[in-house]
């Protein structure tokens, strides 16, 4: 096999993230690249961070192309906003790259679940969040500093929403979170129900499925970051943060290339629309105050730009009600 013979996501990526962060734990340190949208000199208004998470494919160069066109459709200061988008290497792009020893790198995916990087130190890809909020979400250096927002699409919702769940988050006083679920193929569900066809929550079967409530689609063992969460007090505090799902209603392929169409994934519903859909009536049925927001992209597929530049991606994002100039479907930028 050929290197064009394997998935795209199994080829290394065309662009490394031109600074870099470094991450230090307990059980070592390492660096990730990233890109942002302005020099430190010029964030001196900065009042809202949006953390912006790749897909499969780990191009954070196209997801920065698709956050800059989605803030410029929100017709905003763009000084007010800072971009930042973190870029998760595999082993692969190591070497491809001529890439510094310390320069964290996971299995092809892993990432999306919050595992362990494979080298050059066991660090989850949610150290790396708590990592850029500790380092960035602070308002000795942006005194206008009012929000702070995490967003991924695809893959990078995975990491969005999981981290929603277990991680440290923002806790810089008088700075507001919120979390941006854009098109992901699963998600954690806090007991063993599941959907049926109809969207009517069933107990899911076990024997068929034996890891179905198994992380990252359930709660069961949960990677090394969040061994020791408490998940009912967790699903309590995800339930009152300030969540937005985005979903594309033409995205609802079952057989989509990027889909996890693992049992326990399957179980959550056919597609990622189905999916989404299923898993915001499953919180609202558990959490009648439940404080989250579904919205629903017309006309948009499995494609990120088109996802993060819509009147609803732009309204989440930069918290803007109307913009005038919405992307449309075939914008450049970010797709899986």
Aim: aromatic share 8%; glycine share 8%.
């Amino acid at each position: 096999m050929t290197l064009f013979d394997k998935p795209r996501n199994e080829q290394p990526v065309s662009a490394v993230g031109n600074e870099w962060l470094r991450v230090s734990t307990a059980r070592g340190n390492g660096v990730v690249p990233f890109y942002r949208s302005m020099d430190e000199r010029d964030a001196a208004n900065v009042s809202r961070i949006v953390i912006l998470l790749h897909g499969r494919l780990r191009d954070a160069d196209a997801y920065l192309l698709s956050a800059q066109n989605a803030l410029a459709a929100a017709q905003t200061d763009p000084a007010n906003t800072l971009l930042l988008v973190p870029q998760f290497l595999a082993i692969a792009d190591i070497g491809a790259h001529g890439l510094a020893a310390d320069t964290l790198h996971w299995e092809w995916t892993s990432w999306m679940g919050g595992d362990d990087a494979v080298g050059p130190a066991p660090i989850s890809s949610f150290d790396v969040l708590d990592a850029f909020i500790e380092q960035f979400a602070d308002r000795a250096r942006y005194p206008a500093l009012r929000d702070v927002v995490i967003a991924g699409h695809s893959g990078g919702a995975q990491v969005a929403h999981r981290y929603a769940i277990v991680g440290a988050g923002c806790n810089a006083p008088n700075v507001h979170c919120r979390y941006v679920i854009a098109n992901p193929s699963s998600y954690v569900y806090f007991d063993s129900m599941r959907p049926d066809a109809q969207g009517v929550l069933h107990p899911a079967d076990t024997e068929k499925c034996p890891a179905v409530d198994d992380w990252k689609y359930g709660i069961h063992k949960a990677p090394r970051y969040a061994e020791r969460a408490q998940f009912e007090t967790l699903e309590q505090r995800y339930a009152a943060a300030d969540v937005i799902y985005l979903l594309g209603q033409k995205d609802c392929d079952p057989r989509h290339d990027a889909l996890d169409i693992s049992c326990a994934a399957t179980a959550q519903g056919p597609h990622r629309l189905a999916r989404g859909r299923s898993y915001f009536a499953y919180l609202k049925a558990r959490h009648p105050a439940l404080a989250h927001q579904c919205r629903e992209v017309p006309d948009v597929g499995h494609n990120g730009a088109a996802m993060l530049g819509s009147h609803e991606g732009v309204r989440a994002l930069f918290g803007v009600e109307r913009a005038t100039h919405v992307l449309s479907p075939s914008t450049a930028g970010a797709t899986d």
